[in-house]
């Protein structure tokens, strides 16, 4: 056991960066008299198939907020926290029956699109600019952060350093082959990040049991402290303002989830890019899939760790490495960083692929929604309307490239990791059930108007800020939040157009919904063993 890199470890984590810059650059080559048009850099040609789409939705979404951030919630308060992803499984679902056949039917680049196409330019013009400020001083500043924290404490490279790595990295392959470097470099950039979180899981548990292997260390986990296994909390459990009970299930998690699942241009771009919506579903599936075992590789070992800690045998065991960078209840994201200095020489070099992946796909998908916004809304909208598609591809990598470099300026401002954590979940949760609701009722409610839309999106935000001065919990004020605004809607359609509906509605029809036998039976059994595992560990 070492705490520091060795050589094998130096050795898979270059060729690591060495495999992924490599594909990145290969598939962004043109070919062979053929000029990257708009649809090539930012829907990758509208090419990919199914397991591309469905790798590609987990590589944008796992980053260095859930490694670090879950494993965290896993070591402070349990397996609860794993209702994020596992309810995302059903979210996944629900987009890939109810919203991805109106998308793809209009042909759509981007969800501003949507709007202008449903509502207004000047409301879709809006909305293009609070994504655009969104993704660059949030997201992508987040995860530059949140990484360069990572490789702060893991590798003690400093957090400027860190940040221009990170950067770098993701700039190289993604601003110049666009979309389709994106999907295809997460197929490697998901291998890397399973395979590093198992093995990571794996050293956790085993070391748990004295060597006796996962189930035994399971087994020893479970039973050292079995209130780390309830799923919903009660009132009187000290984390109930962070994840309220029954309320997880039927409140504001929909809210979060339908937003980032169903609206979110960096997650909902690599669907727009399916060679059908047949293909697109199925990669849908695929993500579902995958969203039901990740809690595996990032909650369960933070649940091993706070288990580790707090047994001085184990302790013992370890030695003085053991109390390096020590995780504690005040400090619970410090316990994937400690768990990751265990792994032997070789293994630690792939779990670090595996954090790096899971961070520079983030960044190389959110860069490239990025510019294809400020591309499409907003410079095709107002500043060259007959842009060539040479210059649209130009303009996508320029756009990508400042919203890069004023995001790396912005990370290291972010300060403490909890703060900014804190940040993003404010900061969403305040507008989040707004747009959503905008959407969910401009999708499905055709008397929806225009005024409607841009008067409860405007209204949401005090609604949500008044919540702020209430003792309720966090998911229940954005679920409110989020039925208000439709209230607000709905009132405001019926008064403007007196029961009509509007002429920009949307005709739904029981075909458009109608989905393969594959998707049937595969959403079925994801849905089955998802009832299996709240059933198991409800309390």
Excluded at 232 to 247: H, Q
Excluded at 305 to 311: E, K, L, Q, T
Excluded at 368 to 378: A, E, G, P, V, Y
Aim: no cysteine.
């Amino acid at each position: 056991m070492t705490t520091h890199f060795e050589f094998w470890d130096y050795i898979i984590f270059i060729a690591y960066a060495v495999l992924i810059l490599g594909v990145g650059l290969w598939v962004s080559r043109d070919k062979k008299g053929h000029e990257k048009n708009a649809e090539d850099y930012f829907l990758a040609s509208k090419s990919l198939p199914w397991w591309a789409i469905g790798t590609s939705l987990i590589a944008a979404n796992i980053s260095a907020e859930q490694f670090i951030g879950m494993s965290g919630s896993g070591f402070a308060l349990g397996l609860a926290i794993a209702s994020y992803e596992w309810m995302a499984a059903i979210t996944l679902i629900i987009v890939g029956k109810y919203f991805l056949p109106i998308f793809i039917e209009k042909g759509l680049y981007t969800i501003p699109e949507f709007v202008e196409k449903r509502f207004s330019t000047n409301l879709k013009t809006i909305l293009a600019i609070f994504w655009i400020a969104l993704y660059v001083f949030v997201n992508l500043a987040s995860v530059l952060y949140l990484g360069s924290l990572a490789l702060e404490t893991i590798m003690g490279i400093p957090m400027m350093y860190g940040v221009i790595g990170l950067a770098l990295f993701a700039a190289a392959y993604s601003l110049y082959g666009g979309l389709s470097a994106v999907a295809w470099t997460d197929v490697i950039q998901v291998v890397f990040l399973v395979l590093g979180g198992l093995v990571t899981t794996y050293i956790a548990l085993n070391t748990v049991s004295d060597g006796e292997g996962i189930i035994a260390g399971m087994k020893t986990v479970y039973e050292a402290t079995p209130e780390r296994f309830t799923m919903i909390f009660d009132e009187s459990d000290k984390y109930y303002d962070m994840l309220p009970g029954v309320g997880v299930l039927l409140g504001g998690m929909w809210v979060a989830n339908l937003y980032y699942w169903g609206f979110n241009q960096y997650i909902i771009q690599r669907t727009l890019a399916a060679k059908s919506l047949r293909e697109s579903q199925k990669g849908i599936l695929l993500a579902a899939g995958l969203k039901l075992i990740i809690p595996v590789i990032v909650v369960v070992p933070g649940i091993a760790a706070y288990v580790m800690v707090n047994d001085p045998a184990i302790m013992a065991r370890l030695g003085a490495d053991g109390l390096h960078n020590l995780p504690t209840l005040e400090q619970a994201d410090k316990a994937y960083p400690w768990l990751l200095q265990f792994l032997p020489t070789g293994m630690k070099g792939v779990a670090f692929a595996a954090l790096a992946a899971a961070i520079v796909s983030s960044l190389a998908s959110m860069l490239n929604s990025t510019s294809t916004i400020f591309t499409m809304d907003i410079y095709k909208q107002y500043i060259n309307k007959n842009a060539s598609d040479k210059q649209t591809v130009n303009m996508g990598r320029i756009s990508a490239a400042v919203a890069l470099i004023i995001a790396s300026v912005m990370a290291p401002l972010l300060g403490g990791i909890d703060q900014a954590f804190q940040f993003i979940q404010e900061y969403t949760g305040i507008v989040s059930p707004g747009i959503l609701a905008v959407f969910m009722l401009g999708l499905f409610w055709k008397k929806t108007t225009n005024k409607a839309a841009i008067i409860g999106a405007l209204v949401s935000i005090p609604i949500a800020v008044a919540f702020k001065f209430t003792s309720m919990p966090f998911m229940d004020q954005m679920g409110y939040t989020a039925v208000l605004t439709m209230v607000v809607i709905v009132i405001t359609s019926l008064i403007q157009h007196k029961g009509k509906d509007d002429e920009k509605g949307i005709v739904i029809t029981k075909q458009l919904f109608k989905t393969s036998p594959v998707f049937n039976i595969g959403a079925f059994a994801i849905m089955l063993v998802l009832v299996a595992l709240y059933a198991m560990f409800w309390n």
